[in-house]
Structures are given as C-alpha cells and as structure tokens.
C-alpha cells in the first residue's frame, strides 16, 4: 500500500517538483493549492496538467486561509507526511504587499499546523527560508547561527514560522522539520526569480538590472537537488533518532531546522555570464544599487543534511542553468507566446 503525502503549494515551482518525485516513487499525493495570480496563473496550470496525468495525485484548489476547506481535506487525506511550501513568497514584493504576507504565511501556516495536530501525520516538514539568517555576515551560514536580524518583511515572517513550529512540537509533540532553502532554480522556475527574468531578457534582447553593481554572491541550488533533500528528511524525524554533529535538534521539542543548500557561493556575474553561454546571447547589464530588504551574499553550511541523511546537494550551477534554458527555450517560450 503506497504511502500518502499532503503537498501545500502543489502548483508552485519546488511543490511541483516535489510531487512529481513522490508520485515516481509510488506515493499519493493530495495537492493544495490557492493559484494566485502572484504569477502567471498559466505555468501552475501547466503544472498541475503534468501532475494529474498520475491517478495517484489528487488536488484541492483553496487558498492556506480558508481553515474549513484546508482541515478537511488533510482530514480526508489522513496523511503519513505533510510537506507544507504554500506561502506568499517574494523579498521585494513584501515591502509592497506585507498584508499578503501575515495572511498567506503566519495565519496559513497556523492553520496547516492545526490541521496537523488533527491527524498526527509521522513528520510535519515546512519551508523557510536562507532570508532569516539576515544581517548575520559569519558564513557560511549554519543552523546553530542565531538569526534575529531578518531584513525583509517576508524573512520575518519565516522567522516568525519557525518559532511558531517550534512551540507547536513542544507542546503538543508532534515533529517538525523547518528547512531553510538557497536561491533555488530550474526548469519550472518562477517568472519573478532573476534566473527567469535574466533569461527571458537576454533571448529578447533587453537590458537586465544587475542590483549591487554584480558585487553579489549566492548559493544557487538546483530544484532537483532539493526536492531530493526533503525527500531523505522525511525519515530524520526529530525525536526519534540520536543528535548528530553541529545538530540544531531542540532540547525541548522534536523539532529541527535544516539548510538545504550547495554549500558554494556564486557570484552573481557568473551566473550571468552562464545564462549567455546557454543561451547563445550577450546580456546587456543595467548595474544598479542593492534593493531594500536584500542582503549582498548567502552560503549554506549543508554538513547537517548530509550527517542526517547522506544526501549532499551537488549539481553544478553551469550544468543548471544549461539545464533552465533548455527547458525556456524549447517547452516554456513557444507555449507563452501561443
């Protein structure tokens, strides 16, 4: 009997890869998700169409506030594994919007917890985000750091979940893994991501605005590479298994924080420099100062998922980029423009 996942954000860029690996490997995955029109409706639908020719995946469409709706369906689904993605995302977009930030991110997320402690899934794992780590320049950035420097409205509100699950898993017992993702990028990406707006201008010919004048660094991490980390930590349940080296496992609570990252940084002129070679064109460079609410450089220490579960994300940002505009160029441009 195949084991069943409850996916959030099941239309989005990493709960679409996610879902894909687990209906591959026999699972049944409820997807929920709200199709805002953050972006381009039509990439989620073209998503969702790749994702349902499984009879094995199923899928609400309801937004993370709507608490009946949500309840419900994780009540029907009885899942052994929720994976929760589903929030408003966005650095910039946060100074803009923050109201859909306390909607999407601090009441959705209390109410997929609640939902849980309904059904007591094996592991409840949910997505933060490198952005909490802030201000903090010690890298690269481990687990233990502390990180109460958040500098965007949207890393705040990652803050806030995890501090959130964090009493939730003390108080009611119930596992929780927060991981903390890496500038994550690949085929499927979202439109608002700069890999996919550097891309999209380059092939068009137009210039493409390069913040901090280039002096930027990132820990790009393929999508397939971190779809495949969640998947290993879905059997390092906190709580069930010794603490390992540079844990950052509570003492208090069946609850950890995991980064998923490369473990290298990139400057972002490189990766620039790697979008031109795949796509057989030259950038023109728009050098601008840094945005609010950004930070200069992001680099994961990843020793702890791989302590935990052998997985060690590897895929080189050259190899992953050649690997997005394939996929731009070849399926995603040719359906946009019809």
Request: charged residues 20%; neutral net charge.
């Amino acid at each position: 009997m195949s084991k069943t996942a409850f996916v959030t954000g099941a239309a989005g860029f990493i709960g679409f890869h996610l879902a894909r690996l687990l209906l591959e490997e026999g699972w049944t995955v409820h997807g929920y998700d709200g199709m805002t029109d953050y972006y381009d409706v039509k990439l989620k639908e073209r998503r969702l169409e790749i994702l349902s020719r499984s009879a094995r995946f199923h899928m609400t469409r309801a937004l993370l506030e709507d608490a009946a709706t949500l309840t419900s369906c994780v009540a029907a689904a009885r899942p052994d594994i929720i994976v929760h993605f589903a929030a408003q995302a966005g650095v910039r977009y946060s100074i803009d919007n923050p109201r859909a930030y306390v909607d999407a991110n601090i009441v959705g997320t209390f109410n997929v917890m609640q939902a849980a402690l309904d059904v007591r899934p094996a592991h409840l794992l949910m997505a933060s985000t490198s952005s909490v780590y802030g201000a903090n320049t010690q890298m690269p950035y481990a687990e233990t750091h502390k990180a109460d420097t958040q500098m965007s409205f949207y890393a705040a509100t990652k803050k806030a979940n995890e501090a959130m699950a964090h009493s939730w898993a003390h108080i009611h017992g119930l596992p929780i893994t927060m991981f903390r993702f890496f500038t994550v990028y690949g085929p499927w990406g979202r439109p608002d991501m700069a890999l996919f707006k550097f891309t999209k201008a380059i092939l068009e010919g137009r210039p493409i605005d390069v913040y901090n004048h280039g002096n930027m660094w990132r820990d790009f991490t393929y999508v397939d590479d971190l779809v495949r980390g969640i998947r290993h930590l879905f059997d390092a349940i906190p709580g069930t298994g010794a603490s390992v080296a540079g844990d950052s496992l509570s003492p208090v609570a069946p609850w950890r924080v995991v980064n998923i990252g490369n473990s290298d940084k990139v400057r972002l002129e490189d990766f620039i420099d790697a979008i031109e070679v795949a796509a057989g064109r030259k950038a023109i460079r728009n050098y601008m100062d840094m945005q609010p609410g950004d930070v200069p450089a992001t680099w994961a220490d990843a020793r702890l998922i791989t302590a935990l579960t052998g997985a060690r994300p590897g895929t080189d940002f050259v190899t992953g980029v050649r690997a997005f505009v394939d996929w731009y160029i070849h399926d995603y441009a040719g359906q946009a423009a019809g």
